[in-house]
């Protein structure tokens, strides 16, 4: 990449065009400010392996009361972002099905029982159901269930028609998409004062978002203590497809959680017939090969609760690293270290979930005004890693 010796200069800077990026980028377009996204690889990181769950209910664990709060605003917000962006680019494949979670065995039915009597004290909207209900509202799963809880407002979106809209929303709104990535943030004065490109031009404006995912501490330029402490979670999820354009069978009409002997795997499936299965958990740095272990173990536990998903095509296997933070939870809002500069990081499981909000919190941030009140707890600055040089290389 050459420079071009040029300089840009925009309202704000948006370094990262995942699912947050982008979102970010639209809703700040939107609010008439000028937009650049740099990002080398745009709409795909962590965003477009994902399986595009947004399920506050299912996803809870236990002492994480704050971030249920905000996931369950977060799911609040979903009708109307996907109706907006189908109006201004393409429909984002927004289903409101729910989700069934399942239990094998009889230890994965305490597990169960326990989880229930959880979300019930939580005041969550949570329905007990009989191995013979579950089979009854989804009859292919396997005989073998003993039990299920029935998340009626748990959804999905399609995150990969999700990105092709926001790519679509964000140019026709005049963002402009640099495919290049950000080295540094510059700064005068203790302020932002644009980014620094790998070729070596710069992007001048009074405010940076930094929403490069798991990558978010690794952008130079910044003073110690204003980067956030992410690091990558390595997930392994796979895509099944019809064979031969042939349905194998009922398939699963909803998201299935399925508990199978302690381990947790989830099936989602598409209007298109394509199911998703996942995922792994793994603390593997930036590693993103695929195991067979890991293929092996996703389909027999799936299989496990759903026979005919055997017969499906694998058509995918792929590794994603999410951004996650040493509590879980987001690191959305301005920076209380340097001025100009708001952090949209740290989404972890819940990215997709939470993209609608998190645009809506920093396009506030920028303009000045509050956050919603369910961040509150997500605030960057409640732990942080020490700076890089500003020579570190970003990708
Ligand atoms: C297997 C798996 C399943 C998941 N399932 C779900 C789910 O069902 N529901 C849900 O809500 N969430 C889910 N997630 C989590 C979700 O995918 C993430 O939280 C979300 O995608 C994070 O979005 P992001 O935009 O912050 O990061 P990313 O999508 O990773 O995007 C970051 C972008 O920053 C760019 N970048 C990095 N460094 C630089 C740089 N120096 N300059 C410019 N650009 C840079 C990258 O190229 C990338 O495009 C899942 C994740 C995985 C891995």
Redesign the pocket.
Known sequence: MHSTGESRRADVVV???????LSVAWRAARAGMSVVV??????????????????PVTEVQYGEEALLTLTLAAARRWDAFATELAAAAAPVGYRRTGTLLVAMDEGDRAWTEALYAYERELGLEVQWLTGRHARAMEPALSPGVRCGLWAPGDHQVHNRQLLGSLLAATGSSGVVLLEE???AVELAAGAVSGVRLASGDCVRSPAVVL?????SA??GGLPAGALPAVRPVK???LRLGPRGGVSPGPGPTRSVRAIVEGASVYVVPREDGTVVV??TVEEQGFDTSVTAGAVYELLRDARRALPALSEMALEEAVA????GSPDNGPVVGPSPDVEGLVLA?G????????APLTADAVVSAIEGRPQPPELEPFGPGRFTVPARPASFG??
């Open positions: 370094v990262g065009a995942g699912v947050i990026g740099a990002d080398p690889e745009p709409a795909r990181g962590a965003s477009w392996v994902a399986a595009g769950m947004l399920a990535a950000v080295d929403a490069a995912g798991c990558r690794l952008i997930g392994q999820i996942g995922a994603g690293l999410r951004p990081t989404h972890y499981r819940n990215g997709i979930l939470l970003a990708q």
